[in-house]
């Protein structure tokens, strides 16, 4: 059979966009969307929950109407049991009711599971409408309104159903962080700690000095102190910075890259924290939380197989405890949690790999086929059992 090859050439440059991190943005976010979006100003769903909307919803659309939006506000249900499929339809369902066309905008104000969702459905209601991100927690800031991975969660898994989807601007107001429940303060800083990690030993000691200097829960009280705000906002901006850069290299995570420039490396401490969350149903464990025992985790292993010093060790485990008091999980089965780690094949041709450190700073992709089953156990055992 004769046949022919068309070969078919798309450019899909990483979109361009602004990030923009800083103090009392909010008043000036209509103003903000506009330059952006460059064109009239349109229709807008902003998408929140009651709680953030009840904190920081008036100011946010007053702006918007002030530069000349019209907003039409959508809430969700407030947490992670909210990110499913239920509530991605009962948004989609609300675009569609206000008729919301290609050139109107979705903008997310919120935390992870506000933007993760909100999105997703910009991403696919009507193949994708512009969006932009509002972040109003530090994980959210730092991590995942960064980069454009968008998802819900499903019965198969935590973020399994999704899109890459770049937003067109990202507005970050640390002030917001004022109102940040503690527990989400420690949450997003173990994320922190996480990508100093892999970041490198710069980014990993601007973070643990920032720690120590600042006890992570009285940062509230300093929202109003413009030395703290300007080292604030200089750690924010330095992370944010590394998760661009990785991004940029890797923006879709490609399955066959296995070197320290995969986006995969940014999943270090997630195969335990993702195995916890799932064994303790999502409910116990915020999923920072479960990162800050998963990077203590993953230390440990690299020490086990002979790949970081004792001393680098200690130094991981003593930052992550400055984020705050982990809830403790001694609870826990480490066989039950040992037995989840399957569901995270995925990272690498449907066969597990851990993000091990070969030094802080220095990430390393590691076969689980290479790793001796005692190791796993007993460092799991040690891990949870404090
Ligand atoms: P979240 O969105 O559930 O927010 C945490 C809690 O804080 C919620 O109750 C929220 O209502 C509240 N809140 C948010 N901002 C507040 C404020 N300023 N003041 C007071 N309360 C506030 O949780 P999160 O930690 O922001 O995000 C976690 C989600 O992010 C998870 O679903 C995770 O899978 C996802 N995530 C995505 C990426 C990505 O790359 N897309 C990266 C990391 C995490
Ligand atoms: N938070 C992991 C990533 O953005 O790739």
Known sequence: MKSRIIPVKLQRPISEYEIRVGHDLLDGCGEWAKNLLSEKPGRTALVSNRKIFG????TVKNSLVNAGFQVSVCLIGDGEKHKNFQTLRQTLEFFGEKRFSRSDTVIALGGGVVGDLAGFAASIYLRGITFLQIPTTLLAMIDSSVGGKTAVNSGFGKNLIGSF???NGVLADIKT???LPKREVTAGFCEAVKQGAVGGEKLFDLTAGFLEKYQPLDNRKRLADQGFLNEFENLLAAHINFKVEIVRNDEREAVENTDKSSRKILNFGHTLAHSLEKVTDYRYLKHGEAVGYGIMFA????????LLPENQVKSLNDVVHRTGKLPSISHIDPEIVFDTFKYDKKLVNDSLHWI????????IIFPHANIP????????EEIIGG
Do not use: E
């Open 356 to 363: 091990l450190l070969n030094g802080i700073g220095k990430p």
């Open 177 to 179: 962080l004022g109102t």
């Open 165 to 167: 989807y770049q937003p």
């Open 55 to 58: 904190l920081y919803g008036d």
């Open 373 to 380: 089953h005692l190791t796993l156990m007993t460092a799991l």
């Open 299 to 306: 230390a440990l292993l690299s020490k086990k197989l002979g």
